[in-house]
Each structure stands twice: as C-alpha cells, then as structure tokens.
C-alpha cells in the first residue's frame, strides 16, 4: 500500500483484497479496493476552505405536489433547511421544476455566495413555491448544469426532489442529458411519496454519482435534506478517478462500485495513455469505499507470476500540469498446483460478490412480481433472504420481510405477501443497491 497526500490536504489510502493464487490454466483475478479518505472537510468543519462548494437545489413543483398539500409544504420547509445547512461561502441556487425550470433564487442566472442575508433572502423565496404544470427532469438538470457551470469551486453538486414520473420529456432527452452532465457535477435524487419512478430517479443518481432514496412520508423530506446538505459540506477533493493499469494481454471485466452501494463503473471509462483508464468516483470527504476490480490475465504455468493491475487515485491536473497521485495499490497473479491456495476465495470478494447477486435478486424479484411472475418471484426474493442473512445485511432483511414471509431465511424459502404497501415495495427497490461492509474478523 502506497500513500501520497499534500500537506493540510486529506488523505487518500488504497488497500487491495484479493486471492492472488490461480489454479494452472486460469486467469480470472478478482480484487477489492478498499479506497479511505481522512482528515478532510469534516473532520476539520471549523477550518475548512470558503468557496470549495457550489451546491443547487432542484425542487418538483409540478401540480401533484399539491396532492396530499403536505408534500408541497414540506419541500419548501426541507429546502429551508438545507439552505440553513450551507456553510458560508458556498454558492447556491435554488430551481423550481415542472415541465419548464424556474430559477427560485437568487435568479438572472446567477449563484448566490452564502452568508446570513443570503439564506434569508433564499428561504423568503422559498414561500413563493407553488405546484402546477407537469415534469420534464432534464430541463432542471440542464439549468442546473448552466448554473454550476459559472462556478469555480471544486465541488460542485445538486439536490433533486421529485413526486412523479417524467411524463412531460422523452425517455432519450432525459439519458441524452445525464450523459451531457456526468463528470460535470454530482447529485442526489429522492422520491417523495410513491407516485414516482424508481429507475428514474435510481438512474439520475448512478449517472451522476450521487445517492438515491425514497422519503415516503412528507414529514421527514426536512431530516434527510439537511443530512444530505450536510454530506455535502464535508466534501472536499472532487473528480477524483481510479485508474487502471493493465500489462499487454491482460483484459479488464469490469469495475464496480461495491459499497457504500453497488454502481457498475464498467462503461465509464475514459482512455489514460497506454493501457491505463479512469473510472470516476466523484467527490470525498472522510470516508471509505470499496471497489470490485476483475481483470483476465493470460494464461500462465506453475510457479510463474505477474503484476495483473495497478489501481492508482488520481487527481486531474489544470494548465498542463500531470495528474495528482493521491494513493495506489498493486493486483497480482500467482499460478500455482496448491489445490487449497488456488480455490480459496477472499472473504472481502466473497462478501461483495453477494451483496452485488442480492441487489440483482431483490431487483429482478420485484420486476417478476409486477409481471405476475409468482414463482420466479418467490425464487429470487428467497434467494435476496438468503443472501441478506448470510452477510449481516439486516436493514435490507427488514425491508424483505415486509414483501414476503420468511419461513427459512438460511434457506431461502419465503412465500410472497398477498398484499405490500406501494411504500414498502418501492422502498426495498430504491435501496436494494445499498450494502453492508464486510464482518471484521
């Protein structure tokens, strides 16, 4: 493990898990990267830079947010909050999305720097919402992709709410513009209610690096944008990318995400020189993620052995200036005629190799059960149970058992509930993709 950190800066590790003992013949390798960032923002909140951040707040103003009233009444009042939450200095906007996007505040294109007049102005806005027209998500990302534009803070990022589908915009508009903003700016999507489409706002989130959620009851949309604006705020060191170097024959699977929660990285690469690509990760403050990195090496003969990938954390460099290395670890390759060594899986492989099958399993369980599909979706919910159990994955086992009773969760025989509220099913799908760390030993 190699370590390279700038004084005052935060600083990066990277540990690499893996089983680097292949039978003769093979050339799978399977590696976790443990990526950790400490001594950032949040752990010096007092000292941390003014102006690093430029946050936007796009908040659905379309006419079903007046049906329950609550809903409406609690966005303004959660944005309220979120806006108390920016630290000074940060530049903010607010944007109001129906089927067009409405700059709120500060407007005229602009970004708002803020202190204590600015929140004010920003929450007295705020009482000038009101619901009506339809929804187009994209048209609110591209302003908001405008907006963040003007700013040169390093992190830039969005908050979205939404209660419903986007009816009002093509299916193609919408990817055409998550493509356009990807690497430009982060955001967080969340679903009020259950009027709303899970992979869309799943997708805005996977495409933009950011989390997903649902907040079905109105009244907690204030707790959980002010933990988001909080997460924000701890932010400091953004586009960072993990590269990967790859020796001539030697062909990367893929690359994913695998906790906090699962993103397939894999179709995300963008070319660094010969043999190396980066796959984005987007911004950090203090705290870890895990990748899961497979490579496919040549084949080899016994007792031979090859450096199979180096994963390197880099930061862009500005005015043609090579990229900062913040942190870099090595995946190896040893053949070998050990039956024992060359079978033997990592626990930290093993462990997200079921956590990535568990989010699959509840996911296409749930596609089977609107499909009527009852067998296939006892199958593959019995599987999820199975695998929540085995990993310790006991708030994704809670949310299981209200769509099935659990007869044998060791097993997997459950049976499926004859009747799942809206809120529960849609729960258990937007958070399917969050994970558990793997059980320290």
């Not at 003769?24 to 949040?42: E, K």
């Not at 994209?138 to 040169?152: I, V």
């Not at 093509?170 to 055409?176: F, K, M, N």
Request: charged residues 20%; aromatic residues 4%.
């Amino acid at each position: 493990m190699a370590n390279f950190a700038k004084p005052s800066a935060p600083r990066f590790s990277v540990e690499v898990y893996q089983n680097e003992f292949l039978p003769q013949g093979g050339r799978d390798v399977h590696a976790i990267v443990t990526v950790t960032s400490t001594g950032g923002a949040t752990a010096t909140r007092a000292t941390a830079a003014q102006g690093t951040a430029a946050v936007v707040i796009m908040v659905d103003c379309s006419g079903s947010m007046e049906y329950p009233p609550e809903k409406m009444r609690g966005a303004r009042e959660a944005t309220a909050a979120a806006v108390d939450t920016l630290r000074d200095g940060t530049s903010f906007a607010v944007i109001a999305g129906t089927h067009v996007a409405k700059e709120v505040y500060p407007g005229q294109g602009r970004l708002a720097v803020a202190d204590p007049v600015t929140r004010a102005q920003a929450k007295e806005a705020l009482r000038g919402l009101s619901s009506g027209g339809g929804t187009a998500i994209g048209t609110w990302l591209r302003l908001a992709d405008g907006l963040l534009r003007q700013s040169p803070a390093a992190i830039r990022h969005g908050i979205l709410l939404t209660d419903g589908r986007n009816e009002h915009e093509e299916p193609a508009v919408l990817r055409a513009t998550l493509d356009a903003c990807a690497g430009r700016f982060t955001c967080d999507a969340r679903g009020v209610g259950t009027d709303w489409e899970v992979k869309e706002v799943t997708g805005i989130a996977s495409a933009l690096l950011g989390s997903a959620d649902i907040v079905a009851d109105p009244a907690h949309l204030t707790e959980d944008f002010t933990r988001m604006m909080e997460n924000v705020m701890g932010k400091e060191v953004a586009d960072v990318a993990l590269r990967l170097w790859t020796p001539v024959g030697v062909e990367i699977q893929y690359v994913k995400q695998v906790a906090p929660a699962v993103h397939d990285l894999t179709d995300r690469r963008t070319e660094a020189g010969p043999r190396a690509g980066d796959y984005p990760t987007g911004s950090w403050g203090d705290e870890s993620r895990e990748y899961h990195v497979c490579v496919r090496v040549p084949s080899a003969s016994v007792g031979q052995e090859m450096l199979a990938a180096r994963a390197t954390l880099v930061l862009p460099g500005t005015a043609g200036e090579p990229p900062a290395v913040l942190a870099q670890g090595l995946v190896r390759a040893v053949w070998t005629d050990d039956l024992a060594a060359s079978t033997a899986i990592n626990p930290q492989v093993a462990h997200y190799t079921g956590q990535a099958e568990l989010a699959q399993a509840i996911q296409q369980g749930l596609e089977a059960r609107k499909l009527g599909d009852v067998d296939g979706a006892t199958a593959k919910l019995g599987r999820a149970v199975q695998l929540a159990s085995a990993s310790g994955n006991a708030d994704t086992a809670k949310l299981l058992a209200k769509v099935v009773d659990v007869v044998d969760a060791a097993a997997g025989t459950v049976r499926l509930k004859a009747k799942v509220a809206d809120a529960d099913e849609m729960t258990l799908e937007t958070r399917s993709t969050q994970t558990v760390r793997v059980k320290k030993t």
